[in-house]
């Protein structure tokens, strides 16, 4: 069975690693839970398809994230979100994750919504905080609306410069026009010009959504490997529970503190934290 909760038992059976290794590439992630392993593209991880999809459905996908300091690291690859669409990353063509997929069993398209899970790592001299995180924790407001309200505050200000006068179902329509990722990412070739241009996102973690923060989010204690995930409603905690005893023996769960944390923006999130010594 393939789940991001098997891959989180591995990662805390393993968990004295994370205090030795200097990049999180390097950690012994278990190769058998996975379909796709990529450096520095989107995603950094996939975790297997399962057939049966009952209770684990498999094929979450997972970014790596490791910074010198407690603040999660930019995303210079793709917006966080709690889901993706699978077919936007494997592309039309042949592509390497779409070939180590296929290689892995998978039939990629029949789950064509995967859940999106971030890895992070935060270091200081003398402590550590690892957290798994469910992507919602970044994404209080879908991508679509986060572009196109940046590009309209972009928009509002060059006309304020100007002084000149644009409807408003203009200044709607090019917001509207300009709030999809790919449009930024693709190379755009301009005659008689002897270089391309490609526009890049770049987005930085707000100190709301820095999970790493002490004073945002003092619960997240130093030392510690915490699984975080959204708990909307009471029955999300239920599902949790029951998944995680799935997955880990009673033995293992006592070692785990269980509480929840209020994100700023989203809600509530169940956290399963332990001590990374």
């Known amino acids: 069975m393939n789940s991001i909760y098997h891959f989180f038992k591995e990662i805390y059976l393993k968990k004295k690693y994370f205090l030795s290794t200097k ?7 278990p190769q058998y839970l996975l379909s796709c392993v990529n450096k520095g593209k989107f995603p950094d991880l996939a975790i297997k398809l399962n ?6 459905t498999g094929g979450e996908l ?8 407690y603040s999660v690291s930019s995303f210079n690859s793709t917006i966080p979100s709690g889901e993706k669409e699978i077919s936007k990353i494997i592309g ?3 592509s390497k994750i779409k070939k180590q997929m296929e290689e892995a069993g998978d039939s990629i398209l029949s789950l064509p919504k995967r859940d999106v899970y971030y890895l992070v790592r935060g270091r200081k001299t003398d402590s550590m905080k690892v957290v798994l995180v469910h992507g919602s924790f970044f994404e209080t407001v879908n991508t679509h609306d986060l572009i196109s309200k940046s590009f309209s505050q972009v928009l509002n200000e060059r006309i304020k410069q100007s002084g000149i006068t644009v409807a408003t179902e203009i200044k709607e329509l090019l917001s509207d026009v300009f709030s999809e990722q790919e449009n930024f990412s ?5 005659e008689k010009a002897s270089v391309k241009l ?5 987005t930085e973690v707000k100190a709301e ?3 790493l923060n002490n004073e945002q989010y003092p619960q997240v204690l130093d030392n510690t490997l915490s699984f975080i995930l959204p708990k909307h409603v009471e ?5 949790i529970k029951e998944k995680m005893k799935k997955v880990l023996s009673n033995k293992e769960l006592i070692n785990f503190e269980v509480f929840d944390i209020k994100h700023h923006f989203n809600g509530y999130f169940r956290v399963y934290q332990t001590k990374l010594k």
């Open 51 to 56: 057939k049966d999809r009952k209770t684990f």
């Open 186 to 190: 693709r190379v755009r070739e301009v």
């Open 209 to 211: 959504g820095n999970i």
């Open 235 to 239: 029955a999300d905690a239920i599902v």
């Open 92 to 94: 039309t063509g042949n």
């Open 23 to 29: 990049s999180l590439e390097q950690f012994p992630f």
């Open 198 to 202: 490609r526009f890049r996102i770049m």
């Open 62 to 69: 997972i970014e790596l994230k490791d910074s010198e300091s």
